[in-house]
């Protein structure tokens, strides 16, 4: 069955980076590409980006282009993503979902504080 | 920059039918989808391209399609079904949005 695993939970200080890992399994990796989602406490639904797991192609959300940067290692069907000069805001719950969306990772929480 | 509107809040009694409405100027010409979130828990897509449902969704979910608008329609509500809903398309440019979340109470 199609699975997307996280990686745990990470508390960092503001202007850090965070890397957050995706293993997919159950199908095959570059078949599909990998969106990335995040949830700030008690709020919505945000769009991060998308990769393309086949050639590598990215397309970032516009607020965040200049931070983020999406990679995938095919070797191990794991996605990442990498978050750099963190602040308060961007204290969320980060999931990967296999494009378009049909199975999600479990969320990795990410906690920006001094 | 693009939005999807969504009411805040819908309540319906058990077995009564829910329906939210979802609304953005490209949904003529991009797919909706909806998500399902529970507490605590990951969003599940319960319908996509406008109206097909996933495999193992429940057939009281259904999706509609009518120019600037697509509506998510849960038939014979159960308590389960209590969650928040998000409905999602995309831009002009392929970039994902989400409309701001409408939480279902069952009362």
């Known amino acids: 069955q199609v699975q997307l695993v996280q990686s745990g939970a990470e508390v960092k200080k503001p202007g850090a980076s965070v890397k957050v890992s995706c293993k997919a399994s159950?199908?095959?990796?570059?078949?599909?590409?990998i969106s990335w989602v995040r949830q700030a406490p008690g709020q919505g639904l945000e769009w991060m980006g998308w990769?393309?797991?086949?050639?590598?192609?990215?397309k970032y959300a516009q607020k965040l282009q200049d931070r983020i940067t999406m990679t995938a290692d095919t070797s191990t069907s794991t996605a990442y993503m990498e978050l750099r000069s963190l602040i308060s805001d961007d204290t969320a719950i980060y999931y990967c979902?296999?494009?378009?969306?049909?199975?999600w990772g479990q969320g990795t929480l990410v906690i920006v504080s001094s | 920059s693009y939005e999807l509107t969504q009411p805040p809040s819908v309540s319906v009694s058990p077995g009564q039918t829910a329906r939210i409405i979802c609304s953005g100027d490209?949904?003529?010409?991009?797919?909706g989808y909806w998500y399902q979130q529970k507490s605590g828990q990951a969003p599940v897509l319960v319908i996509f391209?406008?109206?097909e449902r996933p495999s193992g969704i429940p057939e009281r979910f259904s999706g509609s399609s009518s120019g600037t608008t697509v509506t998510l329609t849960i038939s014979g509500v159960q308590a389960e079904d209590e969650a928040d809903y998000y409905c999602?398309?995309?831009?002009?440019?392929?970039?994902?949005?989400f409309g701001g979340g409408t939480k279902l109470s069952v009362l």
């Open positions: 490209e949904l003529p010409k991009q797919y």
């Open positions: 159950g199908y095959p990796f570059t078949s599909s590409g």
């Open positions: 990769m393309s797991t086949y050639n590598g192609n990215t």
């Open positions: 999602q398309s995309a831009d002009r440019s392929g970039n994902w949005v």
């Open positions: 979902a296999r494009s378009p969306a049909d199975y």
């Open positions: 391209n406008d109206s």
